[in-house]
């Protein structure tokens, strides 16, 4: 297994100042062959984002990074010069990421261009950083960030991150890997690239305002002689369309609405994890579906007129496109030394008969095959049921935490589900399943909120609808209307533990207990829930919360994959789960909803 970290160059470059951004962009030539020669100038793109799993979804027949390095071959052969692009998100969160903190991504990542020789650079593979290459090294946490990308063989664009600005995240100032912007040539065209990331809690203090930052880099290429500019952003798609001078529906803003003076040819983009290609003529922004179940295929041409012409085929990576047999033997390598690691481990603190029969599941991971429940329902685990509707799957588990907890309420966010993938009806769910569901181990709490406070939290929901902040709950139902343009929250009941229903408004002030994770408690997706009012970090107030949990159950059952894997081994093999929803979300338009019936 190729293991690659090699010792990284310092280099210094004022990104804060405009007038020094021209300065920060490496100019590369000679990298294209023949380009300069070609009869039409045409740039190809290669893009994708939000990759989380080294081998896809579907049991590895969709997506994976065996078939991007295959897709990347197909297209080399027309445009050798051709730019692969990831919008961030790949370090983490994961099943695998639990261990490898990333390595494995890394690795798979540096081979992308064909050539396995450690320290070889991919000149022409660029990627910006997500929020989650911050989860193990942020502002308040020492982690491995600086050595996964002092280990990476591409570039790394952060145009808004100024790693000075946080002694933990300081390492990263001036390193090689990492450039503000860079002119590469493709296609005879000079693409000018620079990457913009979005502000999380955690290394907040390290983000410039992405527009503002923008507009310079915008100018800067510009001038430095790029015929085509392009944006490589993970930024939510509206700050996206912003950038662009758009509005959400694609209309163009009015001159004097617009931040910056022009706007990027187009924008690569990351964070939104469903595919979207807005709007319907350039600039245009494109985005794929996460864990490279789609690429976009970006052609970019330039006229002698000056006219830049877009077009773009969003290729699905299913079973049609043959894995390239390399990458996919380097992911097995990877995933078998993990699984038998994590089956190693879940024998810890065994003896004698239980420890043998433990130890004997270790090979080829096999404890990850054991079976835990059977459902006799559709799991909808996939991005865009999850993180849109409410799902069986979803007010089933908050049940069952509201139940066990005698909480009157649970409230989880969708980005703790984390599968991509629905599990159909008739499949017995095994531990690997749950464990790829849940990647992150939080602590359920319980604690009491004003009704005010349970309803910012809906609120919020609502705003991220689409993204990991949309909620799953229990004990309440809620009714929904439009207020121009955009669903807002109309009115919500609680059933409380006790069995009595209270009306709740947003200046409601009384008590209500709320079962939900650490992360969530601790207003890591900012749905308001202030617990710790003299903490401004996330993470001491999640340590502080997961002290005093009020959960009931310890061991196991303390935090949330833990919790769901006992729950499951209730209902068995033979009774099976059986999932419905009892809309108590009431979407404009619906009828016979909960909080009709309560």
């Not at 590469?184 to 907040?204: D, K, P």
């Not at 599941?361 to 996939?382: D, F, H, W, Y």
């Not at 209270?502 to 002030?509: H, R, T």
């Not at 729950?567 to 909080?595: K, M, S």
């Amino acid at each position: 297994m190729t293991q690659k970290f090699p010792l990284p160059d310092k280099w210094r470059c004022a990104t804060a100042a405009a007038c020094l951004i021209v300065l920060c962009i490496s100019l590369t030539a000679g990298l294209s062959s023949g380009a300069g020669a070609q009869s039409t100038r045409e740039a190809v793109i290669v893009s994708i984002n939000d990759v989380y799993r080294l081998n896809g979804v579907n049991e590895g027949r969709l997506g994976g990074m065996a078939r991007v390095r295959a897709l990347r071959v197909e297209l080399e052969r027309e445009a050798p010069d051709l730019l692969l692009l990831h919008a961030g998100d790949f370090l983490s969160p994961s099943f695998l990421g639990r261990t490898f903190k990333g390595r494995q991504m890394i690795d798979l990542m540096n081979v992308m261009d064909g050539n396995p020789a450690v320290g070889s650079q991919d000149p022409r593979m660029f990627v910006a950083f997500g929020n989650h290459e911050f989860d193990d090294t942020h502002c308040r946490k020492d982690g491995p960030l600086k050595d996964l990308v002092s280990a990476s063989e591409f570039t790394w664009l952060a145009s808004n991150l100024d790693f000075s600005a946080c002694g933990k995240l300081s390492g990263l100032a001036g390193h090689a890997r990492i450039k503000p912007a860079q002119i590469i040539e493709s296609g005879g065209l000079r693409i000018g690239l620079f990457g913009l990331t979005l502000a999380r809690r955690g290394y907040q203090e390290i983000v410039a305002d992405p527009i503002d930052t923008a507009c310079g880099q915008i100018a800067a290429l510009r001038a430095a002689g790029a015929d085509v500019v392009v944006a490589l952003t993970h930024l939510n798609w509206r700050t996206d369309l912003e950038l662009l001078g758009a509005q959400p529906g694609g209309a163009q803003l009015p001159a004097d609405k617009r931040r910056c003076a022009e706007a990027p040819d187009l924008i690569i983009g990351g964070h939104d994890h469903n595919n979207l290609a807005l709007p319907a003529r350039a600039p245009r922004l494109f985005k794929a579906d996460a864990d490279a179940v789609t690429a976009w295929v970006i052609r970019i041409a330039k006229g002698g007129d000056g006219a830049i012409k877009i077009d773009a085929t969003l290729r699905t990576l299913d079973e049609t496109i043959v894995p390239d047999a390399f990458v996919d033997r380097l992911a097995a390598q990877w995933t078998l030394r993990h699984d038998e690691q994590f089956c190693t481990r879940a024998c810890l603190g065994q003896r004698g008969k239980p420890l043998k029969a433990c130890l004997a599941k270790v090979p080829l991971g096999a404890c990850l095959a054991e079976p835990i429940a059977r459902t006799n329902s559709l799991i909808e685990t996939e991005e865009i049921r999850n993180r849109s509707f409410e799902t069986g799957f979803g007010d089933w588990v908050a049940d069952r935490i509201r139940d066990v907890g005698s909480a009157d309420v649970a409230f989880l966010n969708a980005g703790g589900f984390r599968l991509n993938e629905d599990i159909a009806a008739g499949t017995m769910i095994r531990r690997r399943h749950l464990a790829q569901l849940f990647p992150f181990a939080n602590k359920i709490v319980v604690r009491d909120v004003a009704g005010s406070v349970l309803w910012q939290a809906m609120e919020r929901a609502l705003r991220k609808r689409g993204e990991g902040g949309w909620a799953h709950f229990s004990g309440m139902a809620v009714k929904l209307h439009t207020v121009g343009g955009r669903q807002r929250l109309q009115r919500m009941l609680v059933r409380r533990a006790g069995g009595s229903t209270l009306e709740v408004g947003p200046d409601s002030q009384d008590t209500i207990s709320v079962a939900s994770v650490s992360f969530v408690l601790a207003n890591g997706d900012r749905h308001g829930f202030n617990l710790c009012p003299d903490l401004s970090d996330i993470w001491a107030c999640k340590d502080r919360l997961e002290d005093k949990t009020n959960w009931p159950l310890d061991g196991m059952g303390a935090d949330l994959p833990g919790f769901v894997e006992q729950q499951l081994r209730t209902v068995g093999g033979e009774t099976g789960l059986t999932l419905a929803t009892d809309r108590r979300l009431c979407d404009p338009g619906d009828t016979d909803c909960l909080i009709d019936r309560w």
